[in-house]
Structure formats: structure tokens, C-alpha cells
């Protein structure tokens, strides 16, 4: 059984947040280059505006925002997370990103539903694949009981829902629940779409960094049941 309820979609009344707010807008609309927004809108697919801040600039210009501000509880990175994320340009979403990838820590397993929201709105690969690896990830190895929301999530028929629970044990090495990695992989073998397909050759092309006998055993036996763009995925560094 599932540990979370449905996702909240309101901001929490918060006063960190309402301060790293008006500090990011007042910091990062300034900063906005209007010729690059065009070409970052377009190397994104048109997924979302952008204000044309490259990564460098952007995570310099984020640092001056928090600067001295104090650390947050689960209400404040849950505010800032769903006000950013309700502004349009791409360059809020990505601060908080790295914002709850900081702060993680800090949230319970109760956190999991607004990670939901943040991954199936305005969803694209360059905030739901950090979210997946970093946020997710870090909420279910700290509460194992969430690993039933991940059983779940594997069927669902969002793909970046399916994607996130493929590849929230990135990170996690040797404490990597190889059996329900390799159940995740077989269960969306057969997904059409590209994103589904590269995930499943992603999580388990890291994971033959741990241990490549699983991977390449596990893939001896089930190599007909994935996309010739899975497995390719999956064998990249060690070979055949």
C-alpha cells in the first residue's frame, strides 16, 4: 500500500519562500538574454520559455539568491518548489530543482506527491531525469515503504511517471534492488515510447557499473523482449 496521499498542488504559506521569491525574480529577470531564450526554447523541443540564462550564469546568479538565507523545512522546499514551478520560464524550475536537491534531506516521505506534480507538469527530460535521480531517489532510499508508490508508478500510463521509478535507483549502486530494477525493465519492455525505452538502457547500463555479470546475464536471457535502442543503451560501457 501506498505511504502518500494524493499530490497537493497549493504552495504552503511561507515566509523563506516568499523572500528566495522575490529575491530569484528580482536576480534572474535582469539576467535574461532574449536571443539565447529563443535558441534554449527550441534545443528543448518547445517544452517550455526560457529567460536565456546558460547553467553557469544561472547557478552563479542562484547563489547570490540563497546567500545567507536559513536552511528549509519540508513546508518551505515544497513552497518554493510549487511557486517557482508556476512561472513560466524554464530557468525558475531548474532553481528548484537544484534547491530540493539540496534540501532533500530535510523532507519526509509525505514530500513524494509534490514530486509527482513537479515531474508530470510541464514535464520534459532536463527536470523530471534530476528529479527521478535526486529527489525521488533520495525520498525512497531514506523510507523503504516507499517503494510501493514505485511499484505503482511503473504501470502508470504517464511515461514520465513510468521513466522516474525506472530511474530512481540511479544513483544508488550497490544498494541497488537488482531484482525490482530488472522487474521494472521487463514490466515497460514493450513501452513504444523513445523516453520509456532509453530509461530502461540508461538505469541499467549504471547499474552494470556495480555489477556488469547481472546486467549482461540478465540481458542473455531477456534480450528479445527490448528495443534494439535498450539494449545498446544498456551495454554501452561493457560490451557484449
Known sequence: MSVTGAPGRNAPHSVLADTVLERLTATYAPAADPEKAVAMRAYMKDAAPFLGIATPARRALSRTVVEGLPRPDEGDCTAVALR???????EYH????????????????????????LITTMPWWDTVDLLAAHVVGALVAADPRLTADMDVWIADDDLWVART??????????????ERLFAYCLHRSG???????KAIGWCLREYAK???????AFLDRERSRFAPLTVREALKDIGV
Request: hydrophobic share 35%.
Open 84 to 90: 517557482c514551478w508556476a512561472l513560466p520560464e524554464r
Open 94 to 117: 531548474y532553481f528548484a530543482v537544484d534547491y530540493l536537491r539540496r534540501h532533500v534531506g530535510r523532507c519526509s516521505s509525505g514530500f513524494l506527491p509534490v514530486a509527482r506534480h
Open 165 to 178: 521509478a525506472l530511474l530512481h535507483q540511479l544513483r544508488y549502486r550497490e544498494r541497488t534492488d537488482a
Open 191 to 197: 513501452h513504444p515510447d523513445f523516453f520509456v525505452r
Open 210 to 216: 556495480t555489477d556488469p555479470e547481472a546486467v549482461r
